[in-house]
């Protein structure tokens, strides 16, 4: 199976702040990835899909680069409505593996 | 709009059977593939099983193969997990979640339903 690793577990950020989240590969997936958001008690939404486009009604500080092994989660400036948990999940194998997410809180 | 909602959960003794629910509305529920996912208190997500929108394909995870079983009646717009053999580490919130046509993004989520092994 495909390893999915997120990297950091947890971020303490502040509103406006520029925010990377990394995501790896333990073999290339091409650009089968996609970015997810979850909050507290609720069904994860979709972000980012195929590693760089953005999902129809999410904002525009969100952005997805990256293929091959490694990935990234960009929000360019965070907002309150931000703060969550963000999962990478490849969709390269039939098995999609999540990556272990990332924590985003107030600093 | 899409609309998924699972039942079925609840509280199931080790080694018991549970089968969940999830029905899809808002959508041609028979082109669509179809996941369940699943969430461990207070931990990340994780992949159960994949459904191909006519039912002949399934996948599973290691962790569930031989022992959840994914399956779909498209008459009845319904996905369904049977799980059998169940074990304390199968508590978890289930979510189905739909596959999006073109591109094999996972785009669409219910609400999930809890279930809880224990004695």
């Known amino acids: 199976d495909i390893q999915m690793t997120q990297s950091p577990s947890t971020l303490s950020a502040s509103v406006g702040d520029r925010v990377t989240i990394t995501c790896r590969a333990s073999q290339s997936i091409s650009s089968w990835l996609a970015w997810y958001q979850q909050k507290s008690g609720k069904a994860p939404k979709l972000l980012i899909y195929?590693?760089?486009n953005l999902e129809s009604g999410v904002p525009s500080r969100f952005s997805g680069s990256g293929s091959g092994t490694e990935f990234t989660l960009t929000i360019s400036s965070l907002q309150p409505d931000d703060f969550a948990t963000y999962y990478c999940?490849?969709?390269?194998?039939?098995?999609?593996?999540f990556g272990q997410g990332t924590k985003v809180d107030i600093k | 709009q899409v609309q998924l909602v699972e039942s079925g959960g609840g509280v199931v003794q080790p080694g018991r059977s549970l089968r969940l629910s999830c029905a899809a509305s808002g959508f041609t529920f028979s082109s669509y593939a179809m996941h369940w996912v699943r969430q461990a208190p207070g931990k990340g997500l994780e992949w159960v099983a994949f459904?191909?929108?006519?039912?002949?394909?399934?996948y599973y995870a290691d962790s569930v193969k031989g022992r959840l079983t994914i399956s779909r009646d498209n008459s009845k717009n319904t996905l369904y997990l049977q799980m059998n053999s169940l074990r304390a580490e199968d508590t978890a919130v289930y979510y189905c979640?739909?596959?999006?046509?073109?591109?094999?993004?996972?785009?669409?989520w219910g609400q999930g339903t809890l279930v809880t092994v224990s004695s």
């Open positions: 999940q490849q969709y390269s194998s039939y098995s999609r593996t």
């Open positions: 195929k590693a760089s």
């Open positions: 459904i191909s929108y006519d039912g002949d394909k399934k």
């Open positions: 979640a739909r596959e999006r046509i073109v591109g094999a993004t996972v785009d669409s």
